[in-house]
């Protein structure tokens, strides 16, 4: 297998998406450095080197990449609908910050690949499945101003050093993600965890910001890890895949299969169009991630709502 034995640091590999690499890495035998900072990361398995990092910090970014064959960089911040002005620039400077940083340190640490994450959030504005190459058919939709504008940069940021290096460089655009180890923060989480998170709660009634028409590709983590490391190994040439389910659905309909899993369907159900709700349509074509890796997701929507929402229940006292 193309990790055995390989020396693979995952940033962020106590968070969300990073400790699903972290599993994912582990089951392709790596030998897997996970660096911490803030959220602390507890494992028995021997092949986890556990290294406390503050990647803001120059010489940490340094200490981390140090003897690393390959880098996932998952480190960063995320925000949310409705989050204020500081939260919002806190996440596009950290982003930027611990981007630039963990390239120059893999880039002077001789690091063989690193997987750098773009987003859709920088897709301009479509009615349809957008493809890689409309990134730069247009602005950044209104909504993603700030956020989506940050990951077009990292991306430019990863095309600098690809060709100025020889550090090869895979760009992966994930769609949105949920799953176990979500963020289920009332204040900051995304919109699948907030859902979960108050259907578990049985509140009656059930009130969701939008139409509930608003269209979103949503993919489990355990499928985008897997990708992810499928794109390392397969593709880190500097040329973005997206990685999502590859079919749509509306809000509503998440709502329902939310309620259903979480045994709650007689909720009186209830939209709120006064509340944000980002862009009403976002859907990403994944065909070349089928095509140049042979990427299709393993788990239904269903199934991944049902495993996320039995988790957080196993979770909640």
């Keep these: ?163 100025s290096s020889p550090m090869k460089i895979a760009l992966v655009r994930p769609t949105a993600v949920y799953g176990q180890r979500d963020n289920f923060d009332p204040k900051t989480s995304h919109v699948i965890p907030a859902l979960i998170r108050r259907a578990i709660a049985k509140e009656n009634p059930f009130v969701v910001w939008g139409t509930g028409n608003e269209v979103r590709d949503f993919l489990h983590v355990s499928d985008l890890a897997r990708g992810c490391v499928m794109l390392l190994e397969k593709h880190a040439t500097c040329d973005p895949v997206n990685i999502g389910y590859g079919r749509t659905v509306t809000i509503k309909e998440i709502v329902q299969i939310i309620l259903k899993a979480a045994g709650h369907e007689g909720a009186e159900l209830k939209f709120d169009t006064t509340k944000p709700s980002m862009i009403p349509v976002r859907s990403v074509d994944t065909s070349k991630a089928r095509r140049v890796l042979g990427f299709e997701p393993r788990l239904t929507l269903e199934e991944g709502l049902a495993d996320t929402v039995r988790w957080y229940r196993e979770q909640t006292p």
């Design 1 to 163: 297998m193309f990790y055995h034995g390989k020396k693979v640091l995952v940033t962020g590999g106590a968070g969300f998406v990073g400790s699903h690499l972290v599993e994912e890495l582990l089951r392709q035998g790596a030998q897997v450095r996970v660096s911490v900072h803030h959220r602390p990361f507890v494992s028995r398995d021997e092949r986890i080197e556990v290294m406390p990092a503050d990647l803001t910090r120059p010489e940490d970014c340094r200490a981390a990449a140090h003897g690393m064959q390959f880098v996932f960089h998952a480190a960063g911040a995320v925000g949310a609908a409705g989050v204020g002005a500081s939260g919002v620039m806190s996440g596009i400077t950290t982003n930027l910050t611990l981007t630039a940083q963990m390239l120059e340190a893999a880039w002077a640490e001789g690091v063989e690949r690193f997987l750098l994450f773009g987003s859709s959030t920088g897709y301009p504005a479509a009615d349809h499945p957008v493809k890689e190459e409309e990134m730069w058919a247009g602005p950044v939709h209104s909504a993603y101003l700030g956020y989506g504008w940050m990951r077009r940069y990292a991306e430019k940021l990863g095309e600098f050093v690809a060709s």
